[in-house]
């Protein structure tokens, strides 16, 4: 039962908006959402699943023991990225690369789906005072962690990697500005 009304009203507004949520409608939600990433990811897990889910599964697949050696590492490595997750931290990336017309792309990198540009890397690890290696493990455990977060009581499988370049093609119809995006990465 959610106690939240604020994000009763969001999970509302978001099946109203989308009544057959796929993965990226959830994945959107979550990214926008940070303060309810936990309740909306068991509300999506339950929500998804055909058939019901306990709450101990479902928790379970999303958790890892607060006591184990494994969450402190994960908190560690998400820590480097966690300005990401919030709305001014999110604004300054786009702002800073010119990322306005592509919230696809900058979705992407936010969960680690998408291998950033060569200066963005380089960015990320300025802001978060990370050597580069850390921002890559930070974004791989950012994509590891959603394809947990996106499934219920079956093992997750990992949300593929994809190159810079290769997203910039596929998403970016306008020659001047695909060209401006791969020299990102140049």
């Given at each position: 039962?959610?106690?939240?009304?604020?994000?009763?009203?969001?999970?509302?507004?978001?099946?109203?908006?989308?009544?057959?949520?796929?993965?990226?409608?959830?994945?959107?939600?979550?990214?926008?959402?940070?303060?309810?990433?936990?309740?909306?990811?068991?509300?999506?897990?339950?929500y998804s699943n055909v058939c019901l889910v306990s709450e101990d599964d479902v928790r379970s697949n999303f958790f890892a023991s607060s006591e184990s050696e494994t969450a402190q590492q994960a908190a560690a490595r998400t820590d480097s990225l966690q300005f990401l997750d919030t709305g001014e931290g999110r604004d300054e990336l786009v702002q800073e690369f010119g990322l306005h017309k592509h919230q696809e792309l900058v979705l992407g990198l936010l969960i680690g789906q998408?291998?950033?540009?060569?200066?963005?890397?380089?960015y990320l690890a300025s802001k978060s005072s990370q050597t580069v290696e850390a921002v890559l493990e930070a974004l791989e455990f950012r994509r590891q962690d959603f394809s947990v977060s996106m499934s219920s009581s079956v093992k997750p499988e990992l949300v593929p990697v994809a190159g810079w370049s290769q997203e910039v093609l596929r998403l970016v119809d306008d020659q001047k500005e695909r060209q401006r995006l791969l020299h990102l990465d140049a």
């Open positions: 039962m959610i106690e939240n009304k604020a994000l009763s009203r969001l999970l509302d507004e978001f099946l109203y908006e989308h009544p057959e949520p796929i993965a990226a409608d959830w994945r959107a939600l979550l990214v926008a959402q940070p303060e309810f990433r936990t309740d909306i990811a068991d509300f999506a897990a339950t998408v291998m950033p540009a060569k200066l963005i890397l380089s």
